[in-house]
């Protein structure tokens, strides 16, 4: 699995966008992006993942670069129950692989 | 989704002795994965389990420190033997949906 770059830590105001980048330029043609985040040491929570186009489900929106060597993660409307560590990860989908976790974005956000 | 159950939810524990960490899922998953996070650091996983078959063990751990059982398709076992204060953790175990993974809750190991 190809490795992932992240900020280590961020603050984001409540009620404001958070933004929260990765870099995974070795990425595969196959491997896609999750994203994962784990709230004060609880197992791990999916939130979104992607290939190349840009998604969005009911948590968060995923825009992905065009050379699919970045990513963005974004969390529309941050609350306080948003802080938590953010897991950007690649993993080639479909085939049982495990998922290798950096070392993440710490994600505080404030009144 | 798949619904997780993992048992204990922490425990305290003397060194030397041996602990089995349970994790059951509401449906059948073929690959089961053991994570180890240590206080303040990421998700390291230990091993992978296939139904039938023996576990995978990723570089730095080992089948006498981290016997693994999978009986069946939802269900898995993870030992942690002969223990020492430096394998206080929190353990999770993982299955595959195919095109998620899913988390158990963990559990929260203090070796005294």
């Known amino acids: 699995d190809a490795k992932t770059t992240q900020p280590p830590s961020m603050d984001c105001a409540e009620g404001r966008a958070a933004n929260l980048p990765c870099n995974h330029s070795t990425i595969s043609g196959n491997e896609y992006v999750y994203w994962y985040r784990q709230i004060h040491s609880q197992g791990p929570q999916y939130i979104i993942h992607?290939?190349?186009n840009n998604e969005t489900n009911e948590m968060a929106s995923l825009i992905i670069t065009e050379d699919r060597k970045s990513s963005t993660l974004i969390l529309p409307h941050a609350t306080l129950r948003d802080t938590a560590v953010y897991y950007c990860i690649v993993r080639v989908t479909g085939t049982a692989s495990k998922l290798t976790f950096g070392t993440g974005t710490r994600l505080q956000v404030t009144l | 989704s798949a619904v997780i159950s993992q048992k204990p939810s922490r425990d305290i524990c003397q060194r030397g002795t041996s602990l089995t960490i349970q994790c059951q899922v509401d449906?059948?998953?073929?690959?089961m994965f053991w994570y180890r996070q240590q206080p303040g650091q990421s998700l390291t996983l230990i091993a992978t389990a296939n139904q039938g078959s023996e576990a995978t063990y990723e570089s730095g751990f080992v089948i006498d420190k981290f016997p693994i059982s999978r009986p069946n398709l939802t269900f898995s076992t993870l030992t942690v033997s002969n223990m020492s204060p430096e394998d206080s953790s929190i353990y999770l175990c993982s299955v595959d949906s195919g095109e998620k993974l899913f988390f158990g809750s963990g559990t929260q190991l203090s070796v005294l």
């Open positions: 449906s059948q998953v073929t690959m």
């Open positions: 992607g290939l190349k």
